[in-house]
């Protein structure tokens, strides 16, 4: 009977033994696969917060796209580029309008070894503007257009005071260029007329003048002076224009001292309106 007893208690005892090491079993796999759960969640979460959000990815290309360099292009192919494209030359100034302040603007006459640009109505600072000495390099960005027959830079800005070489353009001697396809492709260029007969204009009241304040005789000294030339049998307008050359101007008072029948010599910028149509900033009465 003890022994029954005793046979019995020991199976008890295994049975107890063998609960338990099952319990043990369990609860070690349901750690280990919390714990896996656990490191696999923090490892995602890390992976996620190394990767770039849109935002992140929108706001470096923003500021790869403004660090950019704009590409500068020669003359040729500034000119060779279609109307209303946005354009960067670079260029040195040969003359500028008057600093418009309330605009922030001035237009300025610039020309490299290759061709000339007109860059009108051009953004600056006043300080910019009075860096912008004769010679001076600049680079200019804006839109190429045209108006009635005139190529030139519209909308720009002044991008930078370029350091180091300075330019002066030669006028070119464009006398025998009058009333050729040829000269169109001098525009803007600096030039020098020799040569050439005073002729007659027509004021507001019909009159014969040598000269006129504004197109149609319509301003007063201090405007714009309007004066006709004849060479080889074709009469061509040329113009002082007062926010380059103003009434105080050596080339101003001259042209107000011409008389019909005059031989003169000009030089100017050959600026175009429906045709030729200089800027003159010398005028020289012949002998």
Known sequence: MKKLIAAFLALCLACSMAACAGGTTSESSTASTSSTSSESSVAEESVASEEPSSSDVSEASSEGSDTAEATVLSHEEYMAAELDTEVTIQAYV???QSYYAEQGTATVYLQDQDGAYFAYDMACTQEEYDAMTEGTCIQVTGFKSEWSGEIEIMDGQLDQIVEGDTFVAEPLDATELLGTDELEQHQNEKVSFTGLTVAPSTDANGNEAAFLYNSDGSGTQGDD???????????????????????????????????????????????????????????????
């Open 225 to 287: 002076v309007y004066f006709n030339v004849s060479y080889n049998g074709q009469t061509y307008t040329f113009v002082v224009e007062s926010y380059l050359c103003g009434s105080d101007t050596e080339v101003y008072k001259a042209v107000e001292a011409l008389e019909v029948g005059q031989t003169i010599d000009c030089e100017g910028f050959l600026y175009w309106y429906e045709g030729a149509n200089p800027h003159i900033t010398s005028v020289t009465v012949a002998a």
């Open 94 to 96: 040969q003359a500028k």
